[in-house]
């Protein structure tokens, strides 16, 4: 799953050790889910998402909706 997490850290100039104590999760967690090894879970997107005060949708990208679009 594509997402704009790395570009939305660095907007607020938070490491991925940051990031990943927001959120209660490893920083290998943010790390994968960077680098798209890894979906969050549905829970974790919602918190991802109220953390940034974005819809899910601006986050997070379904590449299978994407091929489709």
Known sequence: M????K???A???WTQADL???LEVSR???NAIEKGKYDPS???AF????LFEM???AIFEDETEVAIN
């Open 2 to 5: 594509k997402n704009r997490l």
């Open 42 to 44: 549905l829970p974790l």
């Open 20 to 22: 990943a104590e927001k």
């Open 11 to 13: 907007e607020r100039d």
């Open 55 to 57: 819809p899910i949708e």
């Open 7 to 9: 570009v939305l850290r």
């Open 28 to 30: 290998q967690t943010i």
């Open 47 to 50: 918190k991802v998402a109220r």
